[in-house]
């Protein structure tokens, strides 16, 4: 992790308000919408994507909807769904900027999920 950055990721990018909309959405199409504004304003993702094209954006909506569906379907808490998708987004800046292989991304990706579990 960079100094100075967050070493939990609870309302670290994603608010409460926004996390309690998108916990309490009714339908895919809320949920997407919901997503898609977080992503979109979300510090760099965007710009570390260089999405150039609808496809990219489509790929990484799709990321996050699959990581959503995976909390709903684990029955997660508003926070704790709240928190993998912070983590999730954190490893997909990573993965953008850094271009990390596969076993540094999942070396982090267990990191932080034993940072939040403990």
Request: aromatic letters at 12%; glycine letters at 4%; hydrophobic letters at 40%.
């Amino acid at each position: 992790m960079k100094k100075g950055e967050s070493r939990f990721f609870i309302n670290w990018q994603m608010s409460k308000e926004e996390a309690g909309s998108l916990f309490n959405a009714v339908n895919d199409k809320e949920r997407t919408g919901l997503l898609e504004k977080w992503i979109a304003r979300s510090s760099g993702l965007v710009s570390a994507a260089a999405i150039d094209d609808e496809s990219h954006w489509t790929v990484i909506i799709n990321y996050f909807e699959n990581n959503y569906d995976l909390t709903r379907k684990a029955k997660f808490t508003q926070l704790k769904m709240s928190c993998f998708l912070e983590i999730m987004m954190y490893l997909m800046k990573n993965l953008l900027q850094k271009r990390l292989p596969e076993e540094q991304s999942f070396a982090l990706f267990k990191e932080l999920l034993l940072r939040h579990s403990v």
